[in-house]
């Protein structure tokens, strides 16, 4: 038996044999592997740190280069009367009631104090500006609606535009902020993710360039909405469940529109249609209108959610409502105007828009009239039909053709869920095309869609006496059902 000579030789006696255990007092070879593992972990941590870091400055900055993407305007500051900006005398021709007049301007007024749509004359909102007198083309009925539904509703942030769709004439033109120290962060003239209502352009291109009709059937798996990828990138034919075209369209199928985006319609051909719509162009307004921009991406992916309106396109509420008009007055996409004269102190008209300047073709009138079934299909049997019938399932509009195109997503600048609906309405030779945004944060109480309805009844129903006539004819259509 080995002899032990002190406690230390005993140890070693003990251990002697066994599995030597690693720890923090090993000898050095272990020390320099726990050196290793620890500068790994730390600079492990530099790198998805400073990965992290970089991408939320290049997220940040880009974002406040964007200031113009929902920002809306700072508030603004109203003239009092004896402040009110000299507008220069311009130059005329010999003959008073020519288009000769210069708005340049009016333009760089307009470019600091909004319009005042509160004086209402002979059946017009008038406003003076100097020794000048504006006359708008705003319906007051459409206009006074609007404001009270946004009122009545209580909701945070709400946008209207509406358009006479033969003529480019805006008849409503309002926003509303419940908090009024608020009002910059919405506006008719920025732009805002669009949600669906980006579909319309989608079906267009399908229609006009693929040949789509409303009971072409599209196949996929997973519900109606949602964005899971592996059910978006499947091949077009794969899926157990089926939708036709307009249902889809009606319906607001996220993942059929995805894959009509991607499989069919392609990334140019996209792109193409959404600058057809005078998205990325410059719609003239006299108001310093911002460009709709709409971004198409290589990556089928994100292809896909463009096209269905999840990313990448950001629209104004004007260019959402001249959509709808393009859909009604057969493929013609007109450049909107809100002034209808100006007239001087001494009565001289000064300036008097006559005529309808057409921007763009973007789509043919047969690409219209399916795309205004489809628009109807929303109404009647789509995601629009609660804004639209009554719980007794009455619908609130008869005698009045209806459709139209929701958008639901979320959104920033103002933060909130936004509620978007552009469609028309129609009865006999009087038409009028809406965009109606609702921007509600956490719940909402009304959509735009319900704003739109309300609006619409407004216009078609109380508006003349032929208005009363066909109020008659609603309340017994209704008391019948």
């Known amino acids: 038996m080995e002899r032990i000579k002190d406690w230390r030789s005993y140890q070693k006696i003990l251990n002697r044999g066994r599995k030597r255990r690693f720890n923090i007092r090993a000898p050095y070879h272990d020390h320099v592997i726990l050196k290793t593992i620890g500068f790994s972990f730390i600079f492990a ?11 939320f400055t290049r997220d ?66 008038i406003q003076k500006i100097g020794k000048y007198t504006v006359i708008y083309t705003l319906d007051p009925v459409v206009q006074k609606e609007a404001e009270k539904v946004f009122v ?52 267009s291109a399908a229609i006009e360039s693929k040949g789509f009709s409303p009971a072409f059937n599209i196949y996929f798996n997973g519900g109606l909405y949602g964005t899971n990828k592996n059910y978006w990138m499947q091949n077009i034919n794969t899926g157990y469940n089926k939708i036709s075209f307009k249902l889809a369209f009606a319906k607001s ?39 709709s921009t709409a971004r198409v991406p290589v990556k089928f992916y994100s292809l896909e959610l463009t096209g269905a309106g999840f990313k990448n396109v950001r629209i104004t509420p004007i260019l959402a409502s001249l959509i709808s008009a393009t859909v009604v007055n057969g493929g013609k996409l007109l450049e909107p105007y809100i002034i209808k004269e100006v007239i001087g102190s001494g009565g001289k008209v000064y300036y008097r828009h006559t005529g309808v300047k057409i921007l763009s073709n973007p789509i043919t009138a047969y690409t219209a009239n399916i795309l205004k079934q489809m628009m109807m299909a929303t109404v009647v049997s789509g995601i629009g039909r609660p804004d639209f019938y009554n719980g007794y399932n009455q619908y609130l509009l008869p005698g009045i053709l209806t459709g139209g195109k929701t958008g639901t997503i979320s959104g920033k600048n103002p933060t909130g869920l936004y509620q978007w609906f552009t469609g028309f309405g129609e009865e006999g030779n009087k038409k009028i ?38 109020s008659h004819k609603r309340n017994v259509k209704l008391a019948q059902r």
């Open 45 to 55: 941590l530099v790198v998805i740190g400073g990965f992290k870091l970089f991408s």
């Open 60 to 125: 940040y900055y880009a974002t406040a280069k964007e200031s113009g993407i929902g920002t809306g305007i700072k508030p603004l500051r109203l003239l009092k009367a004896e402040k009110i900006l000299k507008v220069k005398t311009p130059k005329i021709s010999n003959n008073p009631a020519t288009t000769n007049f210069s708005l340049s301007a009016l333009k760089k007024y307009f470019r600091k104090y909004p319009p005042e749509f509160t004086r209402i004359k002979n059946g017009r909102y």
């Open 152 to 203: 009545r509703y209580n909701v945070p942030f709400g946008a209207l535009v509406a358009v006479d769709p033969e003529t480019g004439a805006i008849l409503g033109y309002v926003t509303y902020a419940r908090n009024k120290q608020e009002a910059g962060e919405i506006s008719n003239l920025h732009r805002y993710r669009p949600g669906s209502i980006v579909k319309v352009v989608t079906a």
């Open 253 to 291: 199928c996220d993942i059929a529109f995805g894959k009509i985006a991607g499989f069919y319609v392609g990334k140019n051909l996209l792109w193409q249609y959404f600058n057809k719509f005078y998205f990325n162009r410059k719609i003239p307004f006299i108001m310093g209108l911002k460009e």
């Open 433 to 470: 095309a809406i965009a109606a945004l609702v921007v509600e944060h956490p719940i909402w109480q009304i959509t735009g869609g319900g704003v739109s309805e309300k609006v619409l009844y407004s216009y078609f129903f109380k508006n003349n006496n032929e208005g009363k006539n066909l």
